[in-house]
DNA sequence: CGCTTTTGACCTGCGC
DNA sequence: GCGCAGGTCAAAAGCG
């Protein structure tokens, strides 16, 4: 349990996808170019934009450096938040996405920005995210830097293809004849459905700062695989939401450069509410649910299932939090928060208290 | 007994 | 075409 109390420095990152082959190459060799080459460098390309999930700001940093002891959620200050490729969009705090520092509007939470800020618009616009080679990685880093991790930064890339089921349809019945001859002297016999190109889900991830591999947040989740990272002594693991019919997974690995950096990686978005999901606490079950190890918050969930199960969505809940152990899911008031009194209910924890903004330590440093 | 984790093999995509 | 690395499968083992 003692490893449940650990400082969870988290960083998001979601890049707009614009599926641009060129580019990810381009960004793989620049990527691989860098002699410490690990997820920190890399950038998420990430298919169309197929929910409201894509309302999300294209990057945000969430990025932490270890807090005081008496520090809370409250204490954050903003850090790094770069949508699109625009940098012009300048720097925005997690605070910000609370609503502390910025005007979301109406709306009092981080869900209801989501909704209600498309930042996905146009092809255009999602082009625009995805970074030129020439600037991607330095702009990719900047955002994810990590202070614990100066080099960190994540990148995967991911390819959608919309070519539709029919497609698969036509390669799969062709290849069920192939296996059907090739395989039989391998272990493995049994047909599987490989010849079906995959759909990649949208994808994000954070970084979070935890000696835990497995971050709890709110959900089930399967192991599946693992495997070794390249350049990096620490293997990846693949999970798979355990829902019936809910294709969500996720990946977890350290980072090479720091090893009390776990790179959490989430693909798809949630079909069911969160199994955390209880009582009067306003709250929003998560299209990607992610978290520390002893805190989650969770992203908004599709509109779609919003409208399905509205009775389960408060007015404004603006994070999701829980614990592994004791799971909460604050919906303080704006102006607690602007207040700094967080409720005594986090405090107690010393859960959410530790994810602490990248830029804490960088402005502290600067006032002094 | 049912669920989860482990782990080696296999599949797929991409670079050379 | 080959090799590599990422991703997935599924049998076996582990666990409560």
Redesign the pocket.
């Known amino acids: 349990m003692n490893e449940m109390k650990q400082n969870h420095n988290i960083s998001i990152v979601r890049i707009n996808s614009v599926e641009k082959?060129e580019e990810?190459?381009e960004l793989?060799?620049t990527a691989l170019k860098t002699e410490n080459f690990n997820m920190a460098n890399s950038t998420f390309i990430t298919p169309p934009p197929t929910s409201d999930i894509d309302h999300m700001p294209n990057v945000f940093s969430l990025s932490t450096p270890p807090p005081p002891p008496t520090s809370s959620i409250f204490d954050m200050i903003p850090c790094d938040i770069t949508t699109g490729g625009d940098q012009k969009a300048g720097s925005l705090g997690f605070m910000d996405l609370l609503d502390i520092n910025q005007d979301f509007g109406a709306s009092a939470s981080l869900f209801e920005w989501f909704n209600q800020n498309p930042v996905v618009g146009s092809p255009q616009q999602q082009q625009s995210f995805v970074p030129s080679p020439a600037s991607t990685v330095p702009e990719t880093s900047e955002v994810l830097n990590n202070p614990a991790t100066p080099n960190s930064s994540a990148s995967?890339s991911s390819?959608s293809n919309e070519a539709g089921e029919d497609a698969f349809q036509q390669v799969k019945a062709g290849?069920q004849e192939e296996?059907q001859d090739?395989?039989k002297n391998?272990?493995?016999l049994?047909p599987?459905?490989?010849?079906?190109?995959?759909l990649r889900e949208p994808r994000f991830a954070f970084m979070t700062k935890s000696e835990v591999d497995?971050l709890d947040d709110g959900y089930?989740?399967?192991?599946?695989?693992?495997?070794?990272?390249?350049n990096s002594p620490y293997p990846?693991?693949?999970?798979r939401c355990?829902s019936a019919g809910c294709g969500v997974?996720k990946?977890v690995e350290r980072s090479s450069d720091d090893p009390s950096i776990v790179v959490t990686t989430y693909e798809g978005q949630h079909i069911h509410p969160s199994p955390i999901i209880r009582g009067s606490i306003g709250i929003f079950a998560d299209s990607s649910g992610f978290g520390a190890a002893t805190s989650s918050f969770v992203f908004p969930q599709p509109a779609l299932y919003q409208q399905k199960h509205a009775s389960m969505y408060s007015s404004s809940p603006s994070l999701n939090f829980t614990s592994s152990t004791t799971r909460f899911s604050p919906s303080f008031s704006l102006q607690e928060r602007r207040l700094g009194n967080p409720p005594s209910l986090l405090r107690d924890h010393g859960l959410l208290q530790d994810i602490v903004p990248s830029q804490m330590i960088r402005k502290e440093a600067k006032e002094e």
């Open positions: 082959r990810k190459k793989t060799r995967i390819s290849d296996e090739q395989d391998k272990k493995q049994k599987k459905k490989r010849s079906q190109k995959r497995h089930r989740w399967r192991k599946y695989g693992q495997k070794a990272v390249k990846r693991s693949y999970y355990t997974k990946r």
